[in-house]
């Protein structure tokens, strides 16, 4: 794998290789959690030991099958799947034998891991601009006409990831639930349908426009979740598509880039640059510069909810901040305190995921739970108070959050002079 040095950073790949050994991890370094094995020692290493453990998994999800336990052989198909999705997205190339390779093992093992999912599961074609996307359907079993949620993976994701096909919160709160490959995401990358400044929301459309064909889906009550990149790219669908009636996102790419592109891992510029097609990094940072909400905030009129880790590095908090006080319509801030980019299985939450957080939300939306005038900021503790069901704060910010509206200088601080 010959990867072409492009970007200023890309020269900081010992430095990169040395973070993958120590922390088993290609970004979001603060988090805890190893997403490759020990064995992994540099990132070219990434995808063959990737692949080398998804094989294991799905020889074990066969055997599984084979002995008639189908619960057990799906979630060890969809264990492959993750496995696979990792070692693929290490390849930022076109037309790369082992990316092909890896990618159609995702397609595969999910495959036959929505086959003995216990509810419906079903990959979509949804024509999009003289190409098509793909998405993954999962349906509430035996509804008509049933609310549903759109849900728009992150730059590292792609609409096989997170869920276990019959174990997926939106539909287990009684949503259907379409995650669609966008632009430059999964298959779409395949097919080289590359993301540019406003094709993702036409992507969002388009989806809709599907789902407003299926008799499963209630047209009036369709909403969008996102997570990471996602929850940029489900903000921009909710502030140009009025069907929209709620969007709730979590992981926040909200603000400018600069943070995630100049700041963060090299690995998110490099494979953005990928996704978008872009080979000058000049002319990505330009067109990066204008991958922003401040435009289309103010046209979100649904409820709204963000959440987003008090430190998390690819979005500064006070440009989450910025784009909030924007939004249009009734709105929700939630602060996760001392968590950075991932919300899953943190304390500020119980210790399980936003997932089903964002699905409740989103259910007692489309049920009318969201007044008009709604807004409310939230600072969720990590070690003290209820989480998401915690009282509103006086402030996301010192010193307002500890109740003291205004911080004034004091004589000692302003000296003899007094204030200038």
Known sequence: ?????????DNQQWMLDWMVKTTGRVQ??????????????????????????????EEMARAAE???????????????????????????????NEKIYLHGKVLECHEHAARLAPTPVERVEIPFEGNYIQGVLHCVPGAKKAPTVLFCPGMDMTKES????GQEPYVARGFNSLHIDGPGQGTSNIRKIRVTLDNYERAGAAAIDYLCTRPEVDPERIVVSGFSMGSYWGMRIAATDSRVKGVATAAACYGPKWAIFNEASPRFKQVFMYMSGIHDEEKFDAFAQQLTLDALAPRIKCPTLMVTGEYDPLAHLEDVVSV????GGPKELWVLENNFHSPRNIPNLGGIDAYGYLADWLRDAVDGRKPAGLKREMLVRDKEGLGAYSAATPGIFLPERLGIQKATHTAAQLGPAGPR
Request: with cysteine; hydrophobic share 30%.
């Open 1 to 9: 794998m010959t990867i072409r040095s492009e970007r200023r950073r």
């Open 28 to 57: 979001n370094f603060a988090n805890e959690t190893r997403t490759v094995p020990p064995e992994v020692k540099s990132y070219r290493m990434i995808p063959r030991i990737m692949a080398k453990h998804g094989r294991r998994q």
């Open 66 to 96: 084979k002995a008639g336990h189908r619960e057990t052989a799906c979630e060890l198909y969809w264990r492959a799947t993750e496995h696979y999705i990792e070692g693929q997205h290490a390849i930022f190339l076109d037309d790369n």
């Open 162 to 165: 997170y869920f276990c096909p």
């Open 324 to 327: 909030y006080e924007k939004l």
